[in-house]
């Protein structure tokens, strides 16, 4: 009596996965764009937005991708994906006979706006890492482009949002960008093809854990 239970609880989970399985090849068959360059935003209050795309531009750089990352409002200290990502660039791009390797990274701010308690430096800063962000947008070699912590230049209005909507909106077919930061500008989640919102539960900060090595940067 048990080998038959057995045997009839293995029958319907191979019928509940032949029927998954005819439901999800239906869906992909369903899509007919083959490739196309994505806009993506990750957003929202919990922790993870910007570790998001490093993630990302890490699996396009594994896949020969030649990357960008322009950060928007960050100081300039050495963090550990900037570390990680230009090494492995450099020695990808001398696999590929590049003189200046797979990833083009700059870090334009001046800190976070409350540190800085200047609007004129802050816009100046974000001016300066935007015009940056259009030259690599026209680098045809970039096929990733990391605008981290544009959405916190756009939310205090460093930069006109028509401006950096328009932009975006008339790249080329080939380019993904990925634009990071907490309260995305609802146009801006209009625009994206993909949004991700980090949703906060629980974060170590709140039981006085400082920002660490190795995990905030």
């Known amino acids: 009596m048990t080998e038959m239970n057995e045997d009839d609880e293995a029958r319907r989970h191979r019928l509940k996965m032949e029927k998954r399985k005819a439901v999800q090849d239906a869906e992909v068959a369903g899509k007919t764009v083959a490739r196309k360059g994505l806009l993506m935003v990750h957003t929202g209050a919990g922790k993870g937005k910007s570790t998001a795309a490093f993630g990302l531009a890490l699996r396009a750089l594994g896949h020969g991708w030649k990357i960008g990352v322009v950060q928007f409002g960050k100081g300039q200290w050495r963090t550990g994906e900037r570390n990680m990502l230009e090494k492995l660039g450099q020695e990808f791009g ?7 390797g797979q990833v083009a990274w700059h870090t334009l701010g001046e800190g976070f706006t409350w540190e800085t308690q200047d609007r004129a430096r802050d816009e100046a800063a974000a001016r300066r890492a935007w015009e940056k962000a259009r030259e690599l947008m026209d680098d045809r070699e970039i096929r990733l482009l990391v605008l981290d912590e544009l959405n916190i230049a756009l939310r205090y209005e460093h930069l006109p949002l028509e401006e950096v909507l328009s932009a975006l909106a008339a790249r080329r077919d080939d380019l993904n960008v990925v634009v990071t930061g907490r309260n995305a500008k609802p146009e801006l989640i209009a625009a994206a093809d993909l949004v991700t919102e980090m949703t906060l539960v629980k974060h170590h900060f709140g039981a006085g854990v ?7 940067f």
């Open 94 to 100: 001398q696999e590929f006979g590049q003189e200046f």
């Open 210 to 216: 400082k920002a660490q090595e190795g995990i905030e």
